[in-house]
């Protein structure tokens, strides 16, 4: 089946055409088309993510992003609106520029050959979602085809079967997950260990009591001087550091707490992390202005935040006999927490499965991935209600 996913849970429009087939134990996927809009640029100099902002982004987005995704053939549109245009005018009416654009659009591409159209419907910044959660009805009713909303952290879970297979003929690959699986979601509202039964059955083993880590970074990065997200800058900083050894005598002025490291659950915490860094930052003063001394900071920091992860999944792996362990979500885009999750796996003699790195940070196709998994427990609809979900749902 061919599925459309919309994604727009915090400040990416994403958007993407994949096919699918096989049933649950032997699933195939395809990606004929993605494009994400990012709105990183929009909120820099906010410092975060600003969520009216992001919302009204999405609405004026959403459109153009679409219409790359989709072929048009140069067909006509069949597309009568008359019979739904009041109907559509409702779904749409907290975003009247997206209602205009919207009609527009319906009459001039054709109604595309796709089965579903997924939504995330959260958990995410709620103005944001409810800008594709309200573009997606009013898709489903105008071409009649049935949806499915989708929960955000189950896309990044299924982001890890999106893997690109190696050999360019066959361009679709499977890859079979074993249960139960160890999922480690680590992006920037999420820090979870989650115990995969079986596609469609978690359970929350542990989560942040505070602050994510994806939000640990961009509130250090902030602290460092640099704009969101942090993340990538921290990473380079600290991989910049690395590669000096020479400058490792700086280490010792600096040592970073692990909290919640030895702590008899699977919980995490980082926001006395944080604390730490600008406490740091205060007593270097002036010093923290040079490039050399940022990167020690980024670098201890990123190292606690490797270490904790590290003993909570091994913690993890101790209390059940996992088949593997997923780890997905933005912050998978770093590549020495990534090295060093391998090294852990591969001491443990445990398969792991990350994204690729494109696949990491929030995109359409694991929503698609996370639709045709759910589609097996859950019939699509067409514009069914939905509410969008600020909190976790499973
Ligand atoms: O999954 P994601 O795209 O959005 C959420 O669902 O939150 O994750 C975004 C988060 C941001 O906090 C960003 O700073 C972080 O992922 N991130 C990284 C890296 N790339 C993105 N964190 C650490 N290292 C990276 N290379
Ligand atoms: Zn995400």
């Known amino acids: 089946m061919k599925i459309l996913a919309i994604e727009t849970s915090c400040d990416e429009t994403a958007i993407a055409l994949i096919k699918a087939s096989g049933d649950l134990n032997n699933m195939k996927f395809k990606v004929l088309n993605k494009k994400v809009h990012s709105q990183i640029e929009e909120h820099k100099i906010y410092g975060g993510v600003f969520p009216s902002l992001a919302k009204r982004e999405h609405a004026k987005n959403i459109i153009p992003v679409i219409k790359q995704c989709l072929e048009n053939n140069n067909q006509k549109s069949k597309i009568s609106l008359k019979k739904y245009e009041k109907e559509i005018k409702e779904i749409l009416k907290r975003e009247p520029d997206l209602f205009e654009a919207f009609k527009d659009f319906v009459l001039n591409i054709p109604k595309p050959e796709i089965d579903m159209i997924a939504v995330t419907s959260g958990p995410g910044l709620e103005p944001a979602l409810w800008v594709g ?9 105008v071409w009649q ?10 896309g990044h879970m299924a982001s890890v079967l999106l893997t690109q297979d190696t050999n360019p003929k066959s361009e679709i690959r499977k890859t079979i997950i074993n249960f139960p699986s160890l999922a480690l979601l680590i992006s ?60 490792v005598n700086l280490n010792t002025m600096i040592n970073f707490p692990r909290p919640m490291i030895n702590s008899n659950d699977l919980d ?72 060093n999750i391998e090294n852990l796996a591969q001491n443990c003699k445990i398969p792991v499965f990350f994204p690729e790195t494109e696949d990491s940070t929030d995109n359409g196709q694991m929503i698609a991935v996370a639709a045709y998994i759910k589609s097996f427990v859950q019939k699509p609809k067409i514009a069914p209600k939905i509410n969008a979900q600020g909190g976790l749902t499973y």
Do not use: C
């Open 133 to 141: 959660i309200n573009f997606a009805r009013a898709l489903s009713l």
């Open 145 to 154: 085809i049935p949806m499915l909303p989708v929960n955000h952290m189950e």
């Open 188 to 247: 920037g509202g999420h820090t979870e260990l989650v115990e995969i039964k079986n596609w469609n059955k978690y359970k929350i083993l542990g989560q942040t009591r505070d602050d994510a880590i994806g939000e640990s970074y961009d509130k250090v990065a902030r602290l460092l001087g640099f704009s969101y997200p942090g993340g990538p800058q921290i990473s380079k900083l600290a991989n910049n550091f690395r590669k000096k050894p020479k400058d």
């Open 268 to 339: 995490f915490s980082f926001s006395g992390l944080k604390t730490a860094v600008l406490y740091e930052v205060q007593k270097l003063g002036e010093e923290i202005k040079d490039s050399k001394v940022k990167e020690l900071v980024a670098f201890e920091f990123e190292q606690a935040v490797t270490d904790v992860i590290l003993k909570k999944l091994q913690k993890a792996l101790k209390e059940k006999d996992f088949k593997n362990i997923i780890v997905a979500g933005g912050v998978i885009a770093n590549q020495y927490i990534r090295e």
